[in-house]
Nanobody, 117 residues
């Protein structure tokens, strides 16, 4: 069983920055992809950014140029640096870990990010 512990959410004014962290533990197998999804009230959960074990990244168009995802494989930790935050970025952000050998995704408990105008 993989546990994901997120930290770093909070309240920030528009134009500000936040850094999210997510540490994974309990996996006996390589975590192929780690990433962040977000869900605003009344909306579906969407991908924000993800990074593979090899360092390849993928971003939602809405965050390109503003958010940067990175990963420390030795610590099984993924980070999301969020700059130039906008009120539209307000959501609960969920960490995700995908293990290909099981074709299974694990989810964190979520952390609230609120951007005020």
């Amino acid at each position: 069983q993989v546990q994901l512990v997120e930290s770093g959410g909070g309240l920030v004014q528009a134009g500000g920055s936040l850094r999210l962290s997510c540490a994974a533990s309990g996996s006996r197998f390589s975590i192929n992809t780690m990433g962040w999804y977000r869900q605003a009230p009344g909306k579906q959960r969407d991908l924000v950014a993800e990074v593979t074990e090899g360092g390849s990244t993928n971003y939602a168009d809405s965050v390109k140029g503003r958010f940067t995802i990175s990963r420390d494989n030795a610590k099984n930790t993924v980070y999301l640096q969020m700059n130039s935050l906008e009120p539209a970025d307000t959501a609960v952000y969920y960490c995700n870990a995908y293990i290909a050998i099981f074709d299974y995704r694990y989810w964190g408990q979520g952390t609230q990010v609120t951007v005020s105008s």
